[in-house]
């Protein structure tokens, strides 16, 4: 019997393997899913180098925010082992000045025993402003972030701070590139998810309406069916 394709889901910031829930339900059939553990390195290299030694073979490639960060990388040391990419709510430039700033903040206040306070900081800018009273969906986003904890969680901020542009390599990935991005994104506005898709050679873009930073988890029909035809794609 042929072995599935590997369908590997790379999680951002604070989050881990619930974030990729309902498309790991979504795909479980059909494909070997696998959601990588990005919580142990300092730097977007390490968490690359980590990731692609959590899975072997080849595998199609779907990384959310600083999990698009990561799935860059890996596009840069190890193209050959993916078959597919999609960048989900990310960017390729590096943080601007203000963001830097803004990210130095927040390292601040969980360095000063205020971990608890991170999310809450956060939760606006994770989600689309009519989601913020869906208690099942701001619940499963305090839960990932607790899971995660204050210690990964200055591992991570640190390796997004000191993490480089990959403006320049988005010319030279060949696979299929499924983009996409909640049109309200105020963490990585959507002119981030159009300038990869002008550079990259064969990348699609879906623009998703009434939705924020996470839409693998606000809108999940529109994004798993988006996903099932870059799957598909030759």
Known sequence: ????????????????????????????????????????????NELALHALKQVRGKFNLVGLSMGGYVALEIMRIAPERVKRLALIDTKARADSPEQKRRRRGLLSLAGRG???GVTPHLM?????????DDVSLTSEIYKMAEEVGQEAFVRQQTAILDRES?????????????VICGRDDL??????????????????????????????????????????????RN
């Open 187 to 232: 963490i990585t506005p959507v002119d981030c998810s159009e300038e990869i898709t002008s550079l990259a050679p064969n990348a699609e873009l879906l623009t998703l309406e009434d939705c924020g930073h996470l839409s693998n988890i606000e809108l999940p029909e529109k994004v798993n069916e988006t996903l099932q035809a870059w799957l598909e």
């Open 114 to 116: 205020k971990f608890k």
């Open 124 to 132: 606006p800018l994770l989600i689309h402003p009519n989601r913020m």
């Open 1 to 44: 019997m042929t072995e599935k394709e590997r369908l590997v889901f790379l999680p951002g910031l604070l989050c881990n393997e619930r974030l990729w829930a309902p498309q790991l339900d979504f795909f479980k059939d059909k494909y070997l899913c696998e959601v990588s553990d990005l919580t142990q390195a300092s730097s977007i």
């Open 166 to 178: 990959h403006l320049g390599l988005l010319p030279k990935i060949k696979c299929p590139v499924q």
